[in-house]
């Protein structure tokens, strides 16, 4: 049997303030518009996301997708 955990309220401490980093309730929408392209990729490139979409049972299309995505968002954001 685990042990349970005793809560107090002694001062925690210096508390540290983390930046945000959840995506806003809009952008959590699952649907989004898409575009289809045509794009040549390295099989070295291919091959690795092929074995990692297959350990987490997904398409290694949609990670490749998601890799870009977060590219794209996080470059848009600063410039």
Do not use: H, W
Not at 53 to 76: C, E, H, L, P
């Amino acid at each position: 049997m685990k042990s349970r955990i005793k809560y107090t309220d002694e001062a925690m401490g210096e508390l540290k303030i983390v930046k945000d980093f959840l995506p806003p309730p809009d952008r959590l929408v699952l649907k989004e518009d898409k575009v289809k392209v045509t794009i040549s990729l390295s099989k070295g490139s291919i091959e690795f996301f092929k074995k990692e979409a297959k350990k987490q049972r997904t398409s290694y299309q949609k990670m490749i997708r998601r890799v870009i995505d977060f590219y794209a968002s996080r470059y848009q954001e600063s410039a």
